[in-house]
């Protein structure tokens, strides 16, 4: 498929059952108007439905910027009954995180700001550029976070930096972000993308069925009580005690072999 505002790589690089997806605006640090939300949309339906895509990763384009936010001058020109009316950021969550039962992986490659913050957090994981920089700016423009900035880096970071984060809108470095557990780990800039296709290649070499179900037990911890959340667990590891997988994994394992995934 070929799209405006961003690209997709199917079995990225030769990594096999790896999607690579970028935005692309770089002269506008790959800021998220409509139009790439309209096309991520698309390409994160493709890759949740292209069974031989095993795991994907966002990036963007260009040396500077993952993504400078949500387009300011898009946004400049609507009225609070635009951005009410039509739920204005809504689709994030509600098409890519909740739809995407496969895992994705944030490849934040320079700055990560308001939206770009917010977008690298719905990933399963990020990691990032030693150039990276994180940070809910949106208290200078009047505003706050409207894309799960608030909530989901509170939950990663805690209550004291997730709020002088938004009440300052400073910048956190990579470091400071790795040693803050809002990142898995911080990779040079030359080497970020063949970092991260090699982590997405050992998940894509995974039993696919028992990918979704590992990526949806840990997400349940932040949606449900501590009992709940058990509960989904035990449910799911028994559901998957029926899949052919699982026979396979324990024969490939006491015949020490390699073992050969269905996905069923
Ligand atoms: N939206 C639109 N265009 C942008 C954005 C953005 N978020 N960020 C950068 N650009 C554009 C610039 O306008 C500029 O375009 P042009 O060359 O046409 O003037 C180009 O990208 C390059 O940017 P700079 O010249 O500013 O590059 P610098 O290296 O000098 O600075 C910064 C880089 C520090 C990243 C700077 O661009 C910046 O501060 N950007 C904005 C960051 C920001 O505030 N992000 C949060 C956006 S708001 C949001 O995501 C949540 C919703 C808030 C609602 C707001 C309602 C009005």
Redesign the pocket.
């Known amino acids: 498929m070929t799209y405006e505002t961003i690209t997709a790589e199917k079995d990225a690089h030769g990594t096999k059952g790896v999607t690579l997806l970028t935005i692309n605006r770089p002269?506008?640090?790959n800021?998220?108007?409509s139009k790439v939300l309209e096309e991520l949309i698309e390409a994160f339906a493709d890759y949740q439905a292209d069974e031989s895509q095993l795991c994907a990763i966002l990036t963007g384009s260009g040396e500077?910027?993952f993504?400078?936010?949500?387009?300011?001058?898009?946004?400049?020109e609507?009225a609070a009954a635009d951005f009410y009316l039509d739920d204005f950021?809504s689709p994030w969550t509600s098409e890519i995180v909740k739809k995407t039962r496969k895992p994705w992986i944030a490849a934040v490659n320079g700055?990560a700001?308001?939206?770009?913050c917010?977008l690298a957090m719905m990933a399963d994981f990020i990691i990032a550029s030693d150039n990276a920089?994180f940070?809910?700016?949106?208290i200078?423009?009047?505003?706050?976070?409207?894309?799960g900035?608030s909530q989901r880096l509170t939950r990663a970071i805690g209550k004291s930096k997730s709020m002088e984060m938004c009440l300052t809108?400073r910048m956190m470095s990579a470091e400071e972000a790795e040693r803050s557990n809002l990142i898995v780990r911080v990779v040079p800039q030359a080497d970020l993308i063949a970092d991260v296709l090699k982590t997405a290649a050992t998940i894509a070499s995974m039993p696919p069925m028992a990918t979704i179900a590992n990526k949806e037990m840990v997400n349940s911890a932040f949606e449900m009580t501590l009992d709940q959340g058990l509960i989904v667990e035990r449910r799911i590891f028994q559901i998957l005690t029926a899949s052919e997988d699982k026979a396979e994994g324990m024969a490939a394992f006491i015949e020490k072999r390699e073992g050969q995934w269905k996905g069923r």
């Open positions: 002269q506008a640090l800021a998220l108007n500077k910027a993504a400078a936010g949500a387009d300011i001058k898009e946004m400049s609507k950021f700055f700001l308001g939206g770009g917010e920089k940070g809910q700016p949106e200078k423009l009047g505003v706050a976070p409207g894309m900035g809108g």
